[in-house]
């Protein structure tokens, strides 16, 4: 059977828009946006090269820790990503997921309502719609990867880290603020961006998160509504304009 | 193979300590022109229009500038852009559920987006229907894998670096999510009579086809 009749051929087909059909960087929309990012500044400066011994140096410490840990086998990690939590419906990094909705906490019990709503059914571990037992562990980019099972050794046994509990309570932190921001960016409809940046501001004052950055788009009468993004990576929380919808 | 570009082109500019700075954004420099357009038109597919798309771009070339680093590092720089496009599309369509509408606006976004021959936007436009109408049944995860495969035809291992995740992982998922495709495509052509648009359609159970390379 030719691969062209199958579903997967037929969604290559349809391809909606291909490479080739939009403007290029020569465009002047593309050679705008580069001239308006190289001008800037970057938080992040070079290194100048006695920083870079005590580099060196810190991550020789680092990987001797590492070492260390490793050999006791307790592998523990931040959660660096506590927005994105992966809920698996197996003990196998292979099993289908769901993301965890919004919740208050970076700790397995994120995924508690996949598996009550069904989103998430392993009739081998609970029935459709019980909560099994659910233990979390740290995936390699920092986000949460959540499996359902009572097993203290499942981290280990598939490769991860376990949360660090030093930085459980900022991972919640974030998850809080992230859940607030959602309920507030959904219930308000069209927020102007100078509003929501004051707003967003506030929060993340509130949430003793003062030293994070906010940066703003500014709104057009096209785009005169706020949402957001964040990236607790680069402890930013981006205030994006949208159409009214 | 983008990175070897991107290497010839930089040849040549390395200089002293004090050029770092200049040399590294020449390397960024690099990297936009030979991404720009791939991460325009992966935005493009899923936004359906060109200003959000170009808001889309606008703010991933920014985190990539802050992120010089991680960029300057990445094996597949455009793999990597495309990851941080993806999440700066979830975070955007989370909030206004505006992926809700994308199926009705699909077709007439594709028109305000390309020009194609008419007659090849008709056929694709009946074919588009009924393939996002079964994508829409998929879970978010599953279609934007396929996504990935189909259109922006990557291997499993680029996949797993947009998804950050494993090869082994995004393999067997992808060839789950095309399987559900399969069937999804049946169900829909049953109900919409539109059979003729993807013809000899495998049965599910056959659906054995190899993955891309």
Known sequence: ?245 | MLREAIEQVSVGNEGSEDDVSKRRASEFEDIYRLTYQKTLAFACRRTMTMSDALDVVSETYLVAWRRLDKLLAADEPQAWLYGIASRILLNVNRGHRRRENLLSRAVEAQSEIVERDPAESVAESEELIVVLAAMAQLSEFDQELLRLAAYEELTPTEIALVLETRPVIVRGALFRARRRLAHATLRVDKRTGSSGHIHSEKRPADDDEELPQ
């Open chain 1, 1 to 245: 059977m030719k691969p062209e009749w199958t579903a997967f051929g037929a969604l290559r087909r349809t391809n909606p828009v291909r490479d080739n059909e939009v403007p290029g960087a020569d465009s002047p929309e593309a050679r705008e946006l580069l001239t308006r990012i190289l001008a800037t500044p970057r938080e992040q400066e070079l290194r100048t090269p006695a920083s870079r011994r005590k580099l060196r140096l810190v991550l020789a410490v680092a990987a001797i820790s590492v070492i260390t840990i490793a050999a006791t086998w307790i592998w523990l990690r931040s959660i660096s990503i506590p927005n994105a939590i992966i809920c698996y419906q197996a003990v196998d990094l292979d099993a289908d997921t769901a993301a965890a909705p919004p919740s208050e906490t970076a700790t397995g019990d994120a995924c508690a309502p996949a598996w009550e709503q069904q989103t998430l059914v392993n009739p081998d571990i609970v029935p459709p719609g019980s909560v099994p037992p659910l233990v979390a562990c740290v995936a390699e980019n920092g986000a949460l990867a959540v499996f359902p099972s009572d097993d203290t050794t499942v981290c280990r046994r598939l490769g991860l880290a376990e949360p660090d509990p030093s930085t459980q309570e900022s991972a919640d932190n974030v998850r809080v603020l992230e859940s607030q921001l959602i309920e507030y960016f959904q219930s308000e409809g069209c927020i102007p961006v100078d509003e929501a940046t004051k707003h967003v501001s506030r929060v993340t004052e509130d949430h003793g998160l003062a030293s994070w950055a906010i940066e703003a788009q500014p709104e057009t009468p096209e785009r005169p509504c706020a949402s957001f993004s964040i990236d607790p990576d680069l402890e930013t929380i981006f205030i994006i304009p949208i159409p009214e919808s």
